[in-house]
């Protein structure tokens, strides 16, 4: 589903990743994030399609909200445990959103 978002600029935080062979848990700490950065100031939404290979993008109001939810203590245990157990592989990139259509 794609998220309604309000008139740029605001800001996109694009995580591709690969998943390895061990994803005990990952489903379930996913949707804790989600339930997470929701009701975080600055969130402004979300759109995701993940299967083995997955592309999440958040979206931001500006790059203060990003920090923050970096350094949420819940997101950067999730952050650890996906280093050390779930991703084969993955990007996070910042963007900032200028227009859309």
């Known amino acids: ?14 995580f591709t ?16 994030m989600l339930a997470l950065a929701k009701n975080q100031p600055g969130f402004l939404g979300v759109e995701s399609a993940r299967n083995k290979t ?15 939810w970096k350094e949420h203590p819940e997101h950067r245990k999730a952050q650890e445990t996906g280093r ?7 990007t996070t990139r ?3 959103v200028e227009r859309e259509s």
């Open 1 to 14: 589903m794609q998220a309604s978002m309000p008139p740029p600029p605001y800001y996109a935080v694009i």
């Open 17 to 32: 990743s690969e998943l390895g062979d061990d994803h005990d848990g990952y489903e379930e700490t996913a949707e804790l």
């Open 54 to 68: 997955g592309i999440t993008v958040s979206y931001w109001k500006d790059l203060e909200s990003i920090r923050q």
């Open 84 to 90: 050390r157990k779930w991703y084969k592989s993955f």
């Open 94 to 96: 910042v963007a900032r």
